[in-house]
């Protein structure tokens, strides 16, 4: 069983708001990822990591950012909630070598007032 | 055209059906292959890695045709709990880990 966590699980929160997206992995993982999924929709990277200070944008433009400090950890934070930033956001850590597949985390439903 | 696409469904199938679902990708130099399930409002869990030689796991086979850039996951006797959405996942492997996701395939089993 992976060893990925999410939180919050649900955050709802106003326009305007700072939040931060927590992911933390116990496996030391080199790699880790944001994905964002609306319901019934696919899955689109938005962020990912290398390790320690590394951190690049993924296929999807996104307001968020992300760092990198330490292996395990690796938040996302939107500076200012928009309504269009609802969705789930789902963080995933794997090694690196090929033939490794993705670990996920249980998700943040995120829902912007 | 999309770097990896599945087959539309929805499948809607009496439990005991044996279901199959088809996956193509376009980057020849893909190196490697997953399925995962989906449950509604959950996260992607993997289901099985797909390996040249095709494999097993119980009631699941999946096959890797590389020549035709194709992969197909095989279900017998279908259950109930089967229901969810199938992803293809390919590992195109630009510049270290590239997964790319499949649309899905949602899967409903009847009783």
């Known amino acids: 069983e992976a060893d990925i966590y999410q939180t919050p699980r649900y955050l709802v929160i106003g326009t305007g708001k700072k939040i931060t997206l927590e992911c933390s992995q116990t496996m030391g993982h080199d790699k880790m990822y944001w994905y964002q999924q609306d319901p019934g929709m696919e899955l689109h990277l938005i962020h990912y990591s290398y390790g320690v200070n590394s951190t690049e944008k993924g296929d999807l433009s996104s307001e968020s950012t992300v760092s990198r400090i330490r292996t395990e950890h690796f938040p996302l934070t939107l500076e200012s909630a928009r309504p269009s930033h609802t969705s789930q956001y789902l963080c995933a850590s794997s090694v690196d070598r090929t033939g490794s597949p993705l670990h996920f985390g249980n998700g943040t439903r995120l829902t912007v007032t | 055209r999309k770097e990896v696409e599945q087959d539309p469904g929805p499948f809607n199938v009496p439990e005991g059906a044996t279901v199959a679902f088809n996956c193509t990708y376009s980057n020849s130099a893909s190196q490697s292959f997953f399925w995962y399930r989906q449950d509604c409002r959950k996260e992607p869990k993997l289901l099985m890695s797909v390996y040249s030689s095709g494999n097993e796991d119980g009631r699941f086979t999946a096959q890797l045709n590389r020549a035709s850039q194709y992969i197909s996951l095989l279900i017998r006797d279908s259950k109930l709990s089967d229901s969810a959405t199938y992803l293809c996942?390919?590992?195109?492997?630009?510049?270290?880990?590239?997964?790319?996701f499949g649309p899905g395939t949602r899967l409903s089993v009847l009783p």
């Open positions: 996942v390919v590992n195109m492997g630009n510049y270290g880990q590239n997964f790319v």
